[in-house]
């Protein structure tokens, strides 16, 4: 193998990874912080590409769109938290029950509305050309999405060891009884991470990875997720968190 | 009759196998017509048991309408209520009653669905079958005499492979869809460039609804050999020729071949010209200039916002064979052989050129055509710019 073809293919490793990366930090999160197995994950995720879609073909931009899917998922996760998982606090089974059945539903109206065909975005201008790397043309959208992850893994890391927010999810995670006795935090904590999770499930990456891949990676998540439900999967993001 | 029959014991636990031995399929890899006799309704007192005209005609669809090939079953079900909307809702004489159940595309659920039009809707026909692994799973429940108004791929895949090695390009990469179909075709294509002295150089063989191009096609772009042919279909197809592109491919002076499904109208409307110059091989087009195909695709357009597609064109065939049989028959569907022998007997006028079933293979015999893609006055469709006449498949 060229060390040509071995540069090109580590690009896409990290491309590709970088954006399972933002799709995995919420999920992590919203199962390590609140303990909700969260099944419709994939669902918000094909969500947000849709939203971002119509949201480009509204306006013509992409960056509008980059920041509106987020808003709009967000504001679905603050609607839900208190409407349905509050209410399931612990019950990991019915948990999972209902997150399917979320899911479901989301990804039926997603069809209703968008139609079932397959839709995608195209990169914007700036970032739809290539870049010579190493004597070899690399797209410059998939740089993006590589540098947007590692930006996104230190923000989230910063959040979490150095601010006052960081530290009430920590203890949370440790234990949510205790920080609950001390002040009324978990709650409104609870929200709020649930609605950031939801926010960054959904940012467009649609671009390349066409919103029909969102969806197959939606149904993927669905898959892979259900196949082992809790203790363990509980337990890598919990460490991954509180390491 | 010693012993428990399958039959008896399937009985005492409540199953039904004695209905689905009676079943019949006439179906098979892509957009195909399978025949079931319903035990419960079909064996009446003598004389002319079910024939009696007008009754209601039960045809159960099984169609992918989410995974991979999702846009194959929107466009079958456009096609088949289309071509009932033209024909009075009957075929024959019979009213028709559509049940359409979505196969996701996983074996497992076309075989449980297929289960549900016997069982439960006890469908007189069933229509539809995409995949081809599921064509193999539902042919123990739905008992197997298949016909297909589609093709195999022999037909697409051998006849390019020998027009464009013959015409001097002989060395080629391959880039198929990891599954039985795609296989099949790469295999087909390097028979029909081996023939005239060509050679296949080297392949990649993404899986079926694969996420991410990239890897593969930077593989096709550090190796040497500049032709490139591919099987890829719906959601596939456009992740390809997406990438192909963002990876410079064609500006690297690298030529993209295909099985026509690789620029079917599903996958232009989406990538546009960036599939300008792609050479596929089919057995339609778009552009095919016959009264039969000017007049489906004008009714198409006059139904639904956009152009019909290949699928939309087999569908139609399917139907209309479906209902040329039922004439000859009187509508009648209760003999099982009778009715598949009507079916293989049919032959008419169909957008793509003549249609009549191979007696041996059931498939089509069929013009195929090469075909390049083109922007022309904003839209981006298929030109037609060969044809290999009268493919028939080997029965291999």
Same mark, same amino acid.
Request: charged share 20%; aromatic share 10%; glycine share 10%.
């Given at each position: 193998?060229?060390?040509?073809?071995?540069?090109?293919?580590?690009?896409?490793?990290?491309?590709?990874?970088?954006?399972?990366? &933002?799709?995995?930090? +919420?999920?992590?999160?919203?199962?390590?912080?609140?303990?909700?197995?969260?099944?419709?994950?994939?669902?918000?995720?094909?969500? +947000?590409?849709?939203?971002?879609?119509?949201?480009?073909?509204?306006?013509?931009?992409?960056?509008?769109?980059?920041?509106?899917?987020?808003?709009? $998922?967000?504001?679905?996760?603050?609607?839900?938290?208190?409407?349905?998982?509050?209410?399931?606090?612990?019950r990991h089974l019915d948990q999972v029950l209902l997150t399917i059945g979320v899911s479901l539903i989301v990804? !039926?109206?997603? +069809?209703?509305?968008? +139609?079932?065909?397959?839709?995608?975005?195209?990169?914007?201008?700036?970032?739809?050309?290539?870049?010579?790397?190493?004597?070899? !043309?690399?797209?410059?959208?998939?740089?993006?999405? &590589?540098? $947007?992850?590692?930006?996104?893994?230190?923000?989230?890391?910063?959040?979490?060891?150095?601010?006052?927010?960081?530290?009430?999810?920590?203890?949370?995670?440790? !234990?949510?009884?205790?920080?609950?006795?001390?002040?009324?935090?978990?709650?409104?904590?609870?929200?709020?991470?649930?609605?950031?999770?939801?926010?960054?499930?959904? &940012?467009?990456?649609?671009?390349s990875w066409s919103a029909a891949s969102a969806r197959s990676a939606g149904r993927w998540w669905a898959a892979?997720?259900?196949?082992?439900?809790?203790?363990?999967?509980? *337990? *890598?993001?919990?460490?991954?968190?509180?390491? | 009759?010693?012993?428990?029959?399958?039959?008896?014991?399937?009985?005492?636990?409540?199953?039904?196998?004695?209905?689905?031995?009676?079943?019949?399929?006439?179906?098979?890899?892509?957009?195909?017509?399978?025949?079931?006799?319903?035990?419960?309704?079909?064996?009446?007192?003598?004389?002319?048991?079910?024939?009696?005209?007008? @009754?209601?005609?039960?045809?159960?669809?099984?169609?992918?309408?989410?995974?991979?090939?999702?846009?194959?079953?929107?466009?079958?079900?456009?096609?088949?209520?289309?071509?009932?909307?033209?024909?009075?809702?009957?075929?024959?004489?019979?009213?028709?009653?559509?049940?359409?159940?979505?196969?996701?595309?996983?074996?497992?659920?076309? /075989?449980?669905?297929?289960?549900?039009?016997?069982?439960?809707?006890?469908?007189?026909?069933?229509?539809?079958?995409? #995949?081809?692994?599921?064509?193999?799973? /539902?042919?123990?429940?739905?008992?197997?005499?298949?016909?297909?108004?589609?093709?195999?791929?022999?037909?697409?895949?051998?006849?390019?492979?020998?027009?464009?090695?013959? @015409?001097?390009?002989?060395?080629?990469?391959?880039?198929?869809?990891?599954?039985?179909?795609?296989?099949?075709?790469?295999?087909?294509?390097?028979?029909?460039?081996?023939?005239?002295?060509?050679?296949?150089?080297?392949?990649?063989?993404?899986?079926?609804?694969?996420?991410?191009?990239?890897?593969?096609?930077?593989?096709?772009?550090?190796?040497?050999?500049?032709?490139?042919?591919?099987?890829?279909?719906?959601?596939?197809?456009?992740?390809?020729?997406?990438?192909?592109?963002?990876?410079?491919?064609?500006?690297?002076?690298?030529?993209?071949?295909?099985?026509?499904?690789?620029?079917?109208?599903?996958?232009?409307?989406?990538?546009?010209?960036?599939?300008?110059?792609?050479?596929?091989?089919?057995?339609?087009?778009?552009?095919?200039?016959?009264?039969?195909?000017?007049?489906?695709?004008?009714?198409?357009?006059?139904?639904?916002?956009?152009? #019909?597609?290949?699928?939309?064109?087999?569908?139609?065939?399917?139907?209309?064979?479906?209902?040329?049989?039922?004439?000859?028959?009187?509508?009648?569907?209760?003999?099982?052989? @009778?009715?598949? @022998?009507?079916?293989?007997?049919?032959?008419?006028?169909?957008?793509?050129?003549?249609?009549?079933?191979?007696?041996?293979?059931?498939?089509?015999?069929?013009?195929?055509?090469?075909?390049?893609?083109?922007?022309?006055?904003?839209?981006?469709?298929?030109? /037609?710019?060969?044809?290999?006449?009268?493919?028939?498949?080997?029965?291999?």
């Amino acid at each position: 193998m060229s060390s040509e073809l071995l540069f090109q293919q580590a690009l896409n490793g990290l491309s590709f990874g970088a954006l399972l990366f &933002i799709l995995a930090a +919420g999920l992590s999160l919203v199962f390590g912080m609140m303990d909700v197995v969260n099944l419709a994950h994939g669902a918000f995720y094909m969500l +947000g590409a849709y939203v971002a879609l119509s949201v480009v073909q509204l306006t013509g931009s992409f960056w509008v769109a980059m920041l509106a899917a987020p808003l709009a $998922l967000g504001l679905l996760g603050l609607i839900l938290e208190p409407l349905l998982l509050r209410r399931l606090r612990g019950r990991h089974l019915d948990q999972v029950l209902l997150t399917i059945g979320v899911s479901l539903i989301v990804v !039926d109206q997603i +069809g209703v509305v968008w +139609g079932r065909e397959v839709r995608s975005l195209a990169a914007p201008a700036g970032l739809d050309g290539s870049v010579a790397l190493f004597g070899g !043309d690399y797209p410059a959208y998939r740089l993006f999405v &590589i540098g $947007l992850g590692i930006a996104l893994a230190a923000v989230v890391t910063l959040v979490y060891r150095r601010t006052a927010l960081g530290m009430h999810i920590r203890a949370g995670v440790e !234990d949510a009884q205790m920080l609950g006795a001390l002040a009324s935090w978990p709650r409104r904590c609870s929200a709020f991470s649930r609605a950031w999770t939801s926010t960054r499930s959904s &940012i467009p990456w649609s671009s390349s990875w066409s919103a029909a891949s969102a969806r197959s990676a939606g149904r993927w998540w669905a898959a892979s997720s259900s196949v082992r439900p809790t203790p363990s999967a509980r *337990c *890598c993001s919990r460490s991954s968190l509180s390491r | 009759m010693a012993g428990f029959g399958k039959n008896e014991l399937a009985a005492r636990r409540g199953y039904s196998y004695r209905l689905t031995r009676r079943q019949f399929l006439i179906a098979s890899s892509a957009a195909a017509l399978a025949a079931c006799g319903p035990a419960a309704v079909a064996p009446t007192a003598s004389g002319s048991p079910s024939a009696s005209p007008g @009754k209601t005609l039960k045809i159960g669809q099984l169609l992918p309408f989410t995974g991979v090939y999702a846009e194959l079953g929107n466009s079958m079900r456009r096609a088949t209520e289309l071509y009932l909307k033209l024909n009075d809702n009957k075929l024959a004489n019979r009213p028709v009653q559509l049940i359409y159940e979505d196969d996701a595309n996983v074996t497992a659920t076309g /075989i449980q669905k297929t289960q549900k039009f016997i069982d439960q809707d006890q469908v007189d026909v069933m229509m539809g079958v995409v #995949p081809t692994p599921l064509a193999y799973g /539902i042919r123990n429940a739905v008992h197997a005499a298949k016909m297909s108004a589609s093709f195999s791929s022999y037909q697409i895949s051998y006849p390019i492979g020998d027009y464009l090695s013959a @015409k001097g390009t002989k060395d080629f990469f391959l880039a198929y869809a990891n599954y039985g179909f795609g296989t099949e075709s790469a295999a087909d294509f390097t028979t029909g460039i081996k023939k005239n002295g060509g050679s296949v150089t080297g392949n990649v063989a993404p899986p079926l609804g694969n996420a991410d191009f990239a890897p593969f096609v930077t593989q096709i772009k550090n190796q040497p050999t500049k032709n490139v042919y591919s099987f890829f279909s719906g959601a596939d197809a456009i992740g390809f020729i997406k990438t192909w592109n963002q990876l410079g491919l064609t500006a690297a002076g690298y030529k993209l071949y295909g099985a026509g499904f690789l620029t079917e109208q599903d996958v232009l409307k989406e990538v546009k010209d960036l599939a300008n110059g792609i050479v596929t091989s089919l057995f339609w087009a778009v552009e095919l200039d016959n009264a039969e195909n000017k007049k489906f695709v004008a009714d198409y357009q006059k139904q639904y916002p956009l152009l #019909p597609d290949v699928f939309a064109v087999q569908q139609y065939d399917g139907m209309r064979a479906l209902d040329e049989a039922l004439k000859k028959l009187g509508g009648d569907t209760s003999d099982k052989d @009778k009715f598949s @022998k009507a079916l293989e007997d049919v032959s008419f006028k169909s957008p793509r050129g003549d249609f009549a079933f191979d007696k041996t293979t059931h498939n089509p015999i069929q013009d195929i055509y090469i075909r390049e893609v083109k922007t022309q006055g904003g839209q981006t469709v298929n030109t /037609i710019s060969d044809k290999v006449a009268k493919v028939t498949d080997p029965g291999k």
